[in-house]
């Protein structure tokens, strides 16, 4: 859960109320595109849509702090990246051990997404998945493997689901289109 940021208090100040609605829709319009890469992308951004950088960063964290954005992250193209296969794998954890297992999972520098889904029985009987890229196949295997042993999960069921196919990778849609 994000925490707000004391230094953009969202309680002391709304800087979205000092932006007019057209600058609120172009900084909305301009995040789904993400961040320019730059040296100071806020600046960058900004000077694009006729705002200051104090002005995006603080209205950003508004937005975070009252949960209008819920996540604001990056979208890492691995492959780009020199890893060429990633792998959901998919756990049946005990459902008393589920959240304790995923905040490991999340510590874990080889995972590189978790989250907890509901089961869909009898078909679907797992109920944790993360997310791990390795350079090849084995490397992915290997990664896994050395979670099995580290936490001890050999009896616990699991599956590897492998990429076939890599979809458009982009971050939210919030801007009301025109």
Known sequence: MNQPNPQF?????????????????????????????????????????????SQVIETIQHWVDT???????????HRELGYKANAMVVWNIPDNQVDEMGDMFKQAPQVTLCYRRPRRLPDWPYNLFCM??????GVVVAEVERLVEQYSLHDIPRALLFSKQRFKQRGAHFACPH
Do not use: C, M, W
């Open 132 to 137: 791990i890229h390795g350079q090849d196949r």
């Open 67 to 77: 949960g209008f954005i819920k996540r604001f992250g990056l979208v890492v193209r």
């Open 9 to 53: 208090s969202s309680y002391d100040f709304d800087p979205s109320t000092t932006l007019s609605s057209h600058q609120k829709q172009s900084l909305r319009a301009a995040l789904e595109d993400g961040l320019p890469l730059t040296p100071t992308p806020y600046r960058t951004l900004g000077n694009a849509i006729g705002l200051q950088e």
